[in-house]
């Protein structure tokens, strides 16, 4: 196949509310409406729990919905093809679909594998006579594993349905179908047909980057007026891809359920929420709800192999509740290890007397520092901080901003954060001076930190200058600078120092592994060539030194106290990396 250009060639919409977190409909959370929306799928089933209707509860689930579903084929299939097919009489699909409607107001319908031309028209003279809301299509033809999973001659069944509903997302082989021609090669091959899909039928239509080239595997909105909304998502090189059709779809059926449902409770609006259906669906809505459904799916791929699903020999499942789980142990209220341990895994206290006996072992080793530690104290630090940095590198968050595909959103949320932080970071550092035993340490963490803030600052207002903020510190912004403030103030000067270290040192040590991926055309490529400068480099190593020095003349109590908080600020730079990912993500 010829390489899919890294963009669509088009103009994409900007969706409103633009702010991170400024707006219910502009995040990424669960959604902040009073209701969750109802979401009906209507759809074949998969056995093995990967496709189908088993997918789309899944889905529906963790992008915020209340799933329900009405089975159009009972499907004999695994992860590595289709065995038998079985369509259960059309009374009983009617039937369904009254219980269905009878009883709960749906908010919106995601309608996967029909299988044959009655069923299509069936299903077609229902939604009809009960409209909903939000339709999306998943125009189900052909399988993952190559099996036919709707009649040929029900193609053009499936045709007349596409101008009924809201959205439709075709693969690439079912876009050509649709529109009658050969499978596209290229992305501007697959919109030049998705455009003219949409045209002709006023329905917005979904090109799926997944089955073309190029490290760009998003996903496009193309709507009826020949606009269009981008989703970047870098490609995975991944098996675990079994159902990922209807994933995404009845996801974007519940997130732009969400959309209606967030319009319908607006201040200001008059209707009551049940009476949502009277609203209309905006490209702003789609390109919200894309981006979201886009990068959630995104998560579960990545996830999939983990599952361990499947022989191994077709394509697995992907993780539907990565996100979730993520989210969870994000949300972990227990004390954190290192302020619990008071003996080592050999059963010697944990009492300060030497470098050995001062925190437990991590599990994971830390490597070597580019800035080396000053001595047998802050050695022993960085050792038992390993388990820490190794998630730290390990983050979406710093991998994406390494190799060049951090989303906007999220490097603003971050910046705007830590603008904030350095904010009360800089108090903090005031404090720790008029706190400090010599004037060669007052000097440093009142001047030398002052000139590394001072730079980062600039930078700040440049990058910031056109981009909006959110207005106050997030929790963990909060949580770490009250954090560092409390420890300078309030508690031994070496308790101070351990706690304002790692912002020096895991910083410059992230630095120096990300500048290692930074060129000329990288997208942040001023902001990582900051921290790969001499000059920070040589403040990282004077705070290393009095660092050490304090821990020399401590008692071995507040040695203790002081390598703990010297942890605990190892925790909470992971979470500040991290928070824009829960926040938005």
Not at 117 to 143: C, F, G, K, N
Request: net charge negative.
């Amino acid at each position: 196949m010829a390489e899919q250009p890294t963009a669509p060639a088009c103009a994409p919409t900007t969706p409103t509310n633009p702010v991170p977190g400024a707006s219910t409909c502009g995040t990424h959370g669960a959604p902040q409406t009073s209701r969750v929306p109802r979401v009906l799928s209507i759809a074949g089933t998969d056995p093995s729990g990967g496709a189908g209707i088993q997918a789309d509860l899944k889905s529906i689930t963790a992008s915020g919905g209340y799933g329900m579903c009405v089975t159009t084929s009972l499907v004999a299939q695994n992860t590595c093809g289709v065995r038998e097919v079985f369509t259960p009489p059309l009374e009983f699909l009617t039937a369904q679909l009254a219980a269905v409607f009878d009883d709960v107001t749906v908010d919106a319908v995601k309608i996967g594998m029909l299988g044959d031309a009655d069923t299509i028209r069936t299903v077609r003279t229902w939604l009809s006579e009960h409209p909903v809301p939000v339709v999306v299509l998943d125009p189900v033809m052909i399988a993952s594993s190559g099996d036919r999973l709707l009649q040929a001659e029900a193609e053009q069944a499936l045709r007349d349905l596409v101008p009924l509903v809201d959205v439709i997302t075709p693969n690439i082989p079912e876009l050509a179908v649709l529109c009658e021609k050969e499978p596209a090669q290229t992305f501007d091959e697959a919109h030049e047909q998705a455009a003219n899909l949409a045209a002709a039928t006023g329905t917005t239509v979904i090109v799926k980057g997944g089955h073309l080239c190029g490290q760009d595997a998003g996903n496009t909105a193309v709507f009826p007026d020949g606009t269009c909304a981008h989703v970047r998502t870098p490609r995975l090189e991944s098996r675990n891809t079994h159902g990922t059709g209807c994933s995404l779809s009845s996801s974007l059926a519940t997130r732009l359920g969400v959309e209606l449902l967030q319009h319908a409770e607006a201040p200001g609006h008059t209707e009551a929420p049940e009476h949502a259906a009277d609203q209309q669906l905006t490209s702003e809505d789609t390109h919200r709800a894309l981006q979201w459904s886009t990068r959630w799916l995104h998560e579960s791929i990545a996830a999939g192999a983990g599952l361990q699903v499947g022989s191994g020999e077709g394509h697995g499942p992907v993780d539907h509740a990565a996100r979730a789980r993520r989210l969870e142990a994000a949300a972990s209220a227990y004390p954190w290890h290192h302020l619990l341990a008071t003996t080592d895994s050999e059963g010697n206290a944990l009492d300060g007397t030497s470098p050995e006996r001062l925190l437990p072992v991590s599990p994971v080793p830390a490597g070597e520092a580019v800035v080396k530690p000053a001595g047998p104290w802050t050695a022993a630090l960085w050792a038992a901080g390993g388990e820490t940095w190794r998630q730290i590198l390990d983050l979406p968050f710093v991998r994406a901003l390494g190799d060049g595909t951090l989303d906007e959103d999220l490097f603003s949320f971050y910046l705007d954060q830590d603008a904030l932080y350095l904010r009360d970071y800089s108090r903090a550092l005031a404090t720790l001076s008029a706190r400090a035993d010599t004037a060669e340490a007052q000097v440093h963490w009142a001047a030398g930190a002052h000139e590394a803030i001072a730079a980062e600052s600039q930078l700040h207002e440049g990058w910031l200058a056109n981009r909006a903020r959110l207005g106050g510190p997030s929790p963990i912004t909060m949580g770490y600078t009250n954090f560092l403030r409390a420890s300078a103030a309030g508690d031994d000067y070496v308790v101070g120092a351990a706690a304002i270290l790692p912002c020096y040192w895991l910083y410059e040590e992230v630095g120096a592994v990300l500048s290692s991926q930074n060129h000329a055309d990288h997208p942040y490529a001023e902001w990582l060539s900051m921290y790969g400068g001499e000059e920070f480099a040589a403040e990282v190593a004077r705070s290393l030194a009095e660092v050490e020095r304090a821990f020399e003349t401590a008692s071995p109590a507040q040695r203790v106290r002081a390598a703990r908080a010297y942890l605990s600020a190892c925790v909470y730079e992971r979470e500040f990396f991290d928070q824009a990912h829960r926040a938005l993500r």
